[in-house]
Each structure stands twice: as C-alpha cells, then as structure tokens.
C-alpha cells in the first residue's frame, strides 16, 4: 500500500510577486522556487504551490472559491505576527471552534480564504 507523504495545495494566482509575498511575509513561508509562472513555498516540511492564472477569466472563477488550512503548532505566535496586519488584509481573529480547533483566517491577495488552526487547548 501507497504511503501518503505530502498535499499540497495549487493555488491559481493574479500577480505572483504579490502572492510570494503574502506567503513569505504574512505566514513566514520560504521561496523554494519563483518564476513569473510557477512558484513553490514551503515550511516545515508543508509545501504550496502556485500557478499564473492564464487570464482573469480564471481568477473570476477561483477568487471567493478557494480556500486552505494550514495546522499550526503554536498558534498564539504567528497570531501575533499577524495581528498587526488587520489593516491591510481581511482577517478575522483568534476564536474556539466547536469542533476543537483554535483558529484565525486571513485572505490572500486572490481572496483565498486562509484557515490557520491549532487543536484548542484544554483548559
């Protein structure tokens, strides 16, 4: 039987400069690979990649309609990295969801909706 190693998420992107960005700054991915067509983050063994729309037809389709989650260990730290960002990006902060996960979510430049989430903590 086949060993799942890695999901990677591929994400359908407007300007990939902008989106490299976000990643690396905001959520504090690194660049594995950038070009102007594909490019590849990675953290912690967790990869994503992201692809050039071939035009806005496709991003119309996408934008509003993607969304990922991203499972953190120490979810207080980067929320504290990106709590200062309320101003630039749409963010809705730190709450204890029903199904035992504390979470965040901001979305990227494309309107990918970003789920950050760690196992809530018993209190």
């Given amino acids: ?24 700054d905001v959520l504090l991915f690194e660049t594995e690979i950038q070009s102007p067509e594909y490019s590849v983050l990675s953290r912690d063994g967790a990869t ?18 993607t969304e990922i989650y991203i ?9 504290t990295h990106v709590e200062p960002m309320k101003d630039r990006y749409k963010i809705r902060g730190l709450v204890d969801q029903p199904y035992g996960m504390t979470e965040f979510h901001i979305g990227d430049p494309n309107e990918c909706l970003v789920f950050v989430g760690q196992e809530t903590k018993q209190k």
């Fill in 71 to 79: 499972e953190v260990d120490d979810i207080s730290a980067l929320w």
């Fill in 1 to 24: 039987m086949t060993t799942v190693k890695r999901i990677s998420p591929m994400l359908a992107v407007a300007d990939m400069q902008e989106t490299v960005a976000f990643y690396r």
């Fill in 48 to 65: 994503i990649h992201l692809m050039k729309a071939a035009d806005e037809s496709v991003m119309a389709c996408v934008r509003g309609h």
